[in-house]
């Protein structure tokens, strides 16, 4: 999925539930972002598996969202700096996770949000994210926050349709089209 060119300095603004607080890491959150990565289907991280991804992370770009009461990390997304992908200076959001036990509340929306107008603060022009066909509550928040669907292959409208049927969203290939050829000037 892409973030539009059309609003590369247009970052999405969504508020914060009651009794949540948006910060970024800070040494020690490892094992709690550990456990909520198993939580949210990413089993066995561990120190190994995060270092690879440090040294993407931009400045300030792994987001935590907090529960007030427990002062636990419930949500977690990174902006990670995407040197390998179609253009040089690219962002990719990444790793969004978070506790199914505060499921409801937007925190996946909310948290990719702040890694979406960090990226935008950075000066990235363009952003992506990877993600897969089952994991509907995070595609709906992409698409919430205003990513479009990368419809890079043949496969890609059918399986598109698809999605859009299950989340009850509208299924719009020819604007997503047009947006991709903004994304690649």
Known sequence: MLWPRPQASDPPVVGFPDGY????Y???????????MDLSGWPRWKDETLEPWLMRIVPDGWF?????????IVATCMA???????????GELGWLASDPAHAGKGLGQRVSAAVTARFIEAGYHH?????DDFRLPAIKSYLK?????YLY???????WKNICEQLQWPFDPDLWRL???DYET
């Open 179 to 181: 947006s991709l050829r």
């Open 21 to 24: 607080n948006l910060s970024t």
């Open 80 to 90: 990670l700096h995407n040197y390998k992908w179609l253009h040089p200076f690219s």
């Open 153 to 159: 292959t043949a496969d890609m409208p059918e399986r």
């Open 145 to 149: 926050l205003g990513y479009i669907p």
């Open 26 to 36: 800070k040494s020690g959150d490892e094992p709690r972002f550990y456990e909520v």
């Open 64 to 72: 935590m969202i907090v529960h007030e009461g427990s002062q636990e």
């Open 127 to 131: 952003i992506n994210l990877y993600t």
